[in-house]
């Protein structure tokens, strides 16, 4: 793909995202888009979710024919094209009004992620990264923690019914036990802005999908931090562990979570 056609996917995919952020937004406001449907064990979806995907998908298909993968409604996973969405990231946040939760749009080339755009509507954060182009949150570049923070250490452990909980309480318990601060906010893409910000050090989870992770693992890389080869194997179709931190924080992740990046 010529670095014009690619830059014509990013400005495109930027607006989209905005317009996606903003039409949940507005959603939220009236009831019926908050009807849910239960998917699993603390796992929804709702009319505002099919909605966005929707419109992410005819919009995409209809400007560059790309194959579009969707938490909601599926789609391929093998493409040289391939967007990854996650409507919205954070389904229970959104439910309750809490503000953490995001539209999040990924663009791989030959499996490897080119563009991510996270839009924290919500919140009025747009994060965007293009590969080898640095990361952003409303225009101003994005660096991950220094070491200055190693003294202490916040990471974020996400967790979901598809592995058992006292696997997640197990990771709670070493990490904090050594002396690494947790947290837990219900969106793993903004929990991954977020360690490309320098707001958290670090992001982990036993299973994750691809659509929550597909723009945050860029924003990570291009704001210096560390992530695990998410894609490798079967990660787009099946999802995978992820593990997201600044460098330092590497030796000691690895070692407590006895995880190879
Ligand atoms: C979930 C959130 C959560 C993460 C789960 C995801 P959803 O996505 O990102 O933080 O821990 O693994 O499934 O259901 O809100 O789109």
Redesign the pocket.
Known sequence: MTPACLARRAIFAEALVREAGDMALQMRRVPESLAVETKGVR?FVTAADKAVEALIVTRITRAFGDAVLG?ELGGAVDAETLWIV?P?????NYLHGNPR?CVSLGFLLDGRPELGFINAAQRDAMYTSQRGHGAFRNGQRLAVSGAAMSAAPLVEV???S?KPLDDYLGTVKRLMSANVETRR?????L?LAQVATGEIDGYF?R???A??VAAGLLLVTEAGGCVNDFFAGDGIRNGNPVLACAPWLVSQMTAILEFDL
């Open positions: 796992d938490e996650d919205i990231d954070g389904t229970y939760w996400g967790v979901s598809r906010c219900g969106s793993g893409a929990g989870e299973h994750i999908n659509w929550d």
